[in-house]
């Protein structure tokens, strides 16, 4: 299968791969938007974060119909194989078909997540003879670093009821639900004192990791919190335990897989073994159903010539023994569905200061409001200063949806059953319904995988199919 560049939705899919737009670096993309509506002559809103809002109107026929809103990200992850020589600030996606009809890029993520429903929208707008209601085409930006860019739309640029997010596929379902969302950063300030002792490092390894929303069920070990309490067992024995360094995970809103802490002690490196397999061995224990790959093991390190008091290393091993962390509620009417989460996502030590970064999640603000409290209770009782960012509203489920029951009538006149799901990651959906109320909301899009990944890969037959049956909802949606 070719990548037929002669249906304006794979064209616009090539034209938009060849601008980088990562995460805050949406300027180029925006403004190709904008130039795009004042050659066809739409109205459109730019704002400060590089959001764009382009109407189309009403076709013949459909003047006294409910707006919709259609709605994609502009932003996409960058990740590239380690042979990879290319410059996501300036270098095209390199894009190619594999033998099987599925869309790549060389080596590199392909911006499917959300290129695909960017491009849909501006197929839908480039065709003048579509049958649809008047549009609200809103390409969003930062929605990869925190749903940042609908966070800052003005509810006052959009005008519908109706609201169809294309950043969720799978061609023959539609969400119905996901995950609001906080993130936490507690802090505390550290004092380093000269030291003269010898140094290790205690390495943390082989852990699955994994996004928080979609394998925090599965009880993945966290490498922070595995680290620190290796180490806080050890202090029963090693009085003199001090830490110098600490550094685990990568991202707040991924299960961490590694975590190095460097400590000092004059205990003999046999002793200091010897306590890190007995802890480790517990560990292995616990895991060995859901992370077998689990492994520590103490590592001399050169001299350092400062580390932080015993008081203050035993108050950060203590906090990170206590807090909680992991899969904290299921749903009872949704099977395998997490309705609440909390991950320790990053912990490192910079310019004097311990930071730790949670990302809380749950559908009900009611839970994040209660998670958010424990920790305010907690923090103080360890020194540490607590803060919440980036704060984005979840979206629960309601069982009636006019949209949902149009897709799912376009869907059954092709002889598919349309499937409902539920997602504890964050969609911009729950954005959208906090900024109107009464919004009726689906999600739509083509069969992709891989997403965030150099393997991410678009199926080209499902990317037309999955554009034919929108054209379809927007008929009907009279």
């Not at 290129?115 to 085409?137: E, F, K, T």
């Not at 054209?471 to 009279?478: G, N, P, T």
Request: glycine share 8%; charged share 30%; net charge negative.
């Amino acid at each position: 299968m070719k990548f037929d560049l002669s249906k304006k939705h794979c064209y616009y899919f090539n034209e938009i791969s060849k601008i980088p737009r990562g995460s805050r670096n949406e300027k180029a993309i925006s403004d190709y938007i904008v130039n795009f509506a004042k050659e066809h002559g739409f109205t459109y809103v730019q704002d400060k974060v590089w959001n764009v809002i382009v109407n189309k109107p009403a076709s013949k026929g459909y003047e006294k119909s409910e707006p919709v809103i259609l709605q994609a990200h502009i932003d996409m992850v960058c990740e590239k194989n380690k042979n990879v020589e290319h410059d996501f600030e300036k270098d095209p996606l390199e894009l190619y078909v594999d033998e099987e009809g599925w869309l790549h890029a060389k080596g590199t993520t392909l911006g499917a997540d959300d290129g695909q429903g960017v491009a849909y929208m501006l197929a839908i707008l480039d065709d003048p003879d579509l049958p649809a209601p008047a549009l609200q085409c809103v390409f969003t930006s930062m929605e990869e670093i925190g749903l940042l860019g609908a966070i800052a739309l003005d509810p006052k640029d959009l005008h519908a009821k109706r609201y169809i997010n294309l950043d969720s596929g799978g061609e023959n379902q539609t969400c119905v639900s996901c995950s609001g969302g906080a993130r936490a950063v507690m802090s505390k300030q550290l004092h380093f004192k000269e030291v003269d002792a010898p140094a290790y490092q205690l390495q943390v390894r082989g852990l699955k990791g994994g996004h928080s929303a979609g394998t925090i069920h599965l009880e993945r070990g966290n490498s922070i919190l595995l680290a620190a309490r290796i180490l806080e067992e050890m202090s029963d024995t090693v009085e003199d335990l001090r830490i110098a360094d600490f550094n685990g995970g990568l991202k707040f809103n991924a299960i961490p897989r590694e975590a190095d802490i460097t400590f000092t002690t004059m205990t003999p490196v046999g002793d200091l073994n010897e306590a890190v397999k007995a802890s480790a061995d517990k560990i292995k224990a616990e895991l060995q159903f859901s992370d077998e790959g689990f492994s520590a093991e103490i590592v001399e390190v050169d001299p350092v010539l400062e580390a932080i008091g015993k008081k203050k290393t035993k108050e950060i091993l203590d906090f990170l023994t206590v807090i909680p962390n992991g899969l904290l509620h299921r749903s009872m009417a949704i099977k395998g569905l997490t309705t609440a989460s909390l991950n320790a996502g990053v912990a490192y030590i910079k310019d004097g200061v311990f930071y730790v970064d949670d990302l809380i999640r749950s559908a009900a603000a009611s839970h994040n409001d209660t998670t958010i409290r424990q920790l305010e209770i907690l923090c103080p009782l360890f020194g540490f200063d607590f803060k919440v960012q980036d704060r984005y509203y979840g979206w629960e489920y309601e069982p009636k949806s006019k949209l949902r029951e149009i897709l799912r009538k376009v869907l059954k006149e092709k002889g598919i059953e349309m499937k409902e799901e539920s997602t504890h990651g964050g969609l911009e959906c729950g954005i959208f319904k906090s900024k109107i109320p009464g919004l009726d909301v689906i999600t739509y899009g083509p069969i992709s995988h891989g997403e965030h990944t150099p393997d991410e890969r678009l199926d080209l037959a499902s990317f037309d199919r999955a554009y034919d049956n929108l054209l379809a909802v927007l008929k009907k949606c009279k």
